[in-house]
């Protein structure tokens, strides 16, 4: 899907493009790509790279354009991952700027692309747009971070009863998770970085404090994945012996009920049993038998939970 803006800003839909224009382009059609290669010269080979969800955070410039590609957190309903990351590309010439990913993402909305609606500061330039896409990257990034913690919480409430292995799965899974987000924020580190010891001579007041926010919350990011895939990593190991443990108890239950219900059982095979037992003229035999096989398993019940052993 391609939305035409008039300006960086993104406050007002224009149906065709023209000078200083902003073209925010979203999972594109075959035919969308074919319109950015031919009606603005973007080149095929850039698209391609950004459309590769494996592609890393990167600077590239050429003689009539230059690239920005930021790696940014999306959801996941397919691979079991709750959060994964998937670059966001901003192409830059004198007459436009063309931001482009391939999924649907928080960071640039198309319902409503606009990121700064509910800020004073207007966007300035293209290097102020690119900051802001900065700064926004890392506060979905935070809001995901809350989200993941708020879900692992809840699996080690059931990993404490569990003895499956389907709880620490889903561990890992989140922990994979932090793992992608660690690797695209320091990605996204280094790129901030580049652009700052490129731009220092030309920062502007406004921009110079852009890239104080959007390093700040890069960092905060990138700490806040780290002590969560740390901690998840402690988890893993504790919750792995949790579950053997659990294991271990209900096998040791199984063997003490066991044991319990063998007593009436041997009692049983020695009086079935075709030999002369003293007892089989006596009508109350059945039932003293019976009585007795009960009153020594529950004495047996009863010694094995003085041993703690039930």
């Not at 010439?93 to 692309?113: A, D, G, H, K, M």
Request: charged fraction near 20%; charge should be negative; glycine fraction near 4%.
């Amino acid at each position: 899907m391609i939305r035409i803006f008039k300006s960086l800003g993104g406050y007002i839909e224009i149906p065709a493009a023209q000078n200083g224009c902003w073209l925010n382009v979203t999972n594109p059609t075959a035919d969308e790509i074919q319109t950015l290669i031919h009606d603005f010269s973007m080149p095929e080979d850039v698209i391609q790279d950004i459309l590769d969800t494996d592609e890393r955070p990167r600077l590239e410039y050429d003689d009539f354009w230059s690239l920005i590609i930021l790696r940014i957190p999306v959801p996941s309903q397919s691979n079991g991952v709750p959060f994964y990351t998937v670059p966001l590309g901003v192409f830059m010439t004198e007459s436009f700027t063309i931001t482009l990913c391939s999924v649907v993402n928080e960071v640039l909305p198309p319902e409503e692309p606009s990121l700064y609606r509910e800020q004073y500061q207007q966007v300035t330039d293209v290097l102020n747009f690119t900051l802001k896409l900065f700064l926004r990257a890392a506060n979905v990034y935070l809001k995901y971070l809350k989200q993941i913690n708020q879900q692992t919480s809840l699996i080690e409430t059931d990993l404490e009863k569990s003895i499956r292995n389907e709880e620490l799965n889903r561990l890992l899974k989140m922990e994979k998770c932090l793992v992608y987000f660690v690797t695209s924020l320091k990605g996204n580190e280094l790129v901030l970085t580049k652009l700052k010891n490129q731009k220092k001579n030309s920062l502007t007041e406004i921009n110079e404090d852009l890239f104080e926010d959007a390093v700040i919350e890069n960092k905060q990011a990138i700490e806040m994945s780290q002590i969560y895939s740390d901690i998840q990593s402690g988890m893993m190991d504790a919750f792995a012996s949790v579950i053997s443990n659990n294991l271990n108890v209900v096998m040791k239950q199984l063997t003490s009920i066991s044991i319990i219900l063998m007593i009436p059982t041997l009692i049983a095979s020695i009086y079935g049993m075709n030999v002369v037992n003293f007892l089989e003229n006596w009508p109350m035999a059945f039932p003293a038998i019976l009585v007795g096989s009960f009153l020594m398993a529950y004495l047996g019940i009863l010694l094995f939970k003085r041993k703690k052993w039930f």
